[in-house]
Antibody, heavy 120, light 107 residues
Framework: EVQLVESGGGLVQPGGSLRLSCAAS????????MNWVRQAPGKGLEWVSY????????YYADSVKGRFTISRDNAKNSLYLQMNSLRAEDTAVYYC?????????????WGQGTLVTVSS | AIRMTQSPSSFSASTGDRVTITCRAS??????LAWYQQKPGKAPKLLIY???TLQSGVPSRFSGSGSGTDFTLTISCLQSEDFATYYC?????????FGQGTKVEIK
């Protein structure tokens, strides 16, 4: 069974940092492209970042470029999101999502999400 | 960046109704369009990709159509478990973008 389990969320002050993790199981993690998608409270979905299966190609939304860093450790079946210079508008549930094999760009499995709250 | 606009933002319907949700892209995206269903407190679930291909395990009452800039999601006979928020998403070019969502409520 495919499972994605996020962790690392919490309360952080504006300007602070947080590192999210996503532990993958039930599939060959190193073969899949991965993404982070977030959802502010009561709002819609916003794509945040993409990383290729090897980690060699990375993309970011303009709203997080220069502040967030996506990475992965295929040996540990884990995806990460390092978030620096956090702002109130970064407050959201952060989901890791797997891209469907052979149909790049849409997400067939999602984690349960981890809540990040940026507030003083 | 490509913008996705859904309509309506919300509406009420009854079990058994046929409902249609529209998604429009700000520029042509061929058929690189997915639909998701999200229930409160849960992660989104992929329903349809490539505009009209039903994801494995999704009931056949869900269907998608369109290409270019205009797309629709149709639920042929609304069931109680279908009351949720639906999002379209383009994956034609980065940044991937979602529509603002359409909430389907019980009448």
């Amino acid at each position: 069974e495919v499972q994605l389990v996020e962790s690392g969320g919490g309360l952080v002050q504006p300007g602070g940092s947080l590192r999210l993790s996503c532990a993958a199981s039930g599939f060959t993690f190193s073969s899949y492209e991965m993404n982070w998608v977030r959802q502010a409270p009561g709002k819609g979905l916003e794509w945040v970042s993409y990383i290729s299966s090897s980690g060699s190609t990375i993309y970011y939304a303009d709203s997080v470029k220069g502040r967030f860093t996506i990475s992965r450790d295929n040996a540990k079946n884990s995806l990460y999101l390092q978030m620096n210079s956090l702002r109130a508008e970064d407050t959201a549930v952060y989901y890791c999502a797997r891209e469907q094999a052979a149909v790049a760009g849409n997400f067939d499995y999602w984690g349960q999400g981890t809540l990040v709250t940026v507030s003083s | 960046a490509i913008r996705m606009t859904q309509s309506p933002s919300s509406f009420s319907a009854s079990t058994g109704d046929r409902v249609t949700i529209t998604c429009r892209a700000s520029q042509g995206i061929s058929s690189y369009l997915a639909w998701y269903q999200q229930k409160p407190g849960k992660a989104p679930k992929l329903l349809i990709y490539a505009a009209s291909t039903l994801q494995s395990g999704v009931p056949s009452r869900f269907s998608g159509s369109g290409s270019g800039t205009d797309f629709t999601l149709t639920i042929s006979c609304l069931q109680s478990e279908d009351f949720a928020t639906y999002y379209c998403q383009q994956y034609y070019s980065y940044p991937w973008a979602f529509g603002q969502g359409t909430k389907v409520e019980i009448k």
